[in-house]
């Protein structure tokens, strides 16, 4: 499988999926400061999850998910462990995440991006697949958060600055 | 520039992005589906775009963009160029567009990949980014489409279902 991959042609470097991915977290990060601080916690619209939630879940899989891929652990997915009550606190772990993120991911090899692994003892599949759905539900996370900012009459950051 | 960045650890393939990107284009076909006719045209939510816009604006980026990589020429974006006025129209191009996408993409080379250009005349990037960014601004508005459709007391299709 490992040998199949990797004599076809490369899209994207290991290095250059770690950059983008950090330029999305860096406009998440963005969207996140955007919310004042009560509307971050309970707005909403049509009964979805406040953007506060989403922070939540989205700190919840980066960081532990890499973790699990490294160590071969696979624990289960757990977003209460962390309990914010802050804009601030999500910041601040926000901004740890970063660090973790980083670390973890560059101890990934080549050969382990395309082996397939059971993520959170539940989503088997290939490793790059899951790191492409970290990056893919954030976004999405996020572009339900612009609507919210929409709603509040807020403008958002623009989606094309990510450093 | 090539060099350095096919000596290091790959990512993914060319064929895994195409296939990623696909599977993003089947979901959000499903979007439109799933909005009713009037309201995939009018409906909006803090004087953003109805759905049926931002489905113009993707038909309007991937197979024209691929072209102007392949073709080098940097042609205007242009999104005034299709005026759909139902739902069967748009899902009709959406779907010539796979086609579109599945046979430029297929014609861009490793190196290519790497290279910068200057997408639409304006866009100077290299050419994974830019590719890159119209996967994300896929997932972007569609998280926003998602947010109307809950907003419309519609349930969206799952997230996770691309094929």
């Known amino acids: 499988m490992t ?8 899209f994207i470097s290991s290095e250059q999926l770690l950059e983008h991915w950090q330029g999305h977290r860096n406009l998440t990060r963005r969207v996140i400061e955007a ?19 989403l922070a939540v879940e989205l700190i919840s899989i980066g960081g532990p998910a890499l ?3 490294v160590n071969k652990h696979e624990e289960a997915f757990n977003e209460e462990a962390f309990n914010p009550k802050t804009k ?17 991911f560059n101890e990934i090899s080549e050969e382990r991006f395309q082996e397939t692994f059971n993520l959170f003892g539940q989503y088997e599949f290939p490793v790059y697949q899951n790191i492409l759905y970290f990056v893919d539900n954030e976004v999405h996370h996020r572009g339900q958060g612009y609507t919210y900012l929409r709603a509040l009459g807020i403008e958002p950051p623009f989606f094309w600055e990510r450093f």
Do not use: C, H
């Open 88 to 104: 601030e606190e999500i910041l601040k772990k926000w901004d740890e995440e970063t660090q973790v993120i980083n670390q973890y």
């Open 67 to 69: 973790k699990g891929i």
């Open 35 to 53: 919310f004042p601080e009560k509307e971050l916690f309970e707005f909403s619209i049509g009964g979805m999850r406040p953007f506060a939630k």
């Open 3 to 10: 040998t199949t991959a990797t004599i076809t042609k490369q």
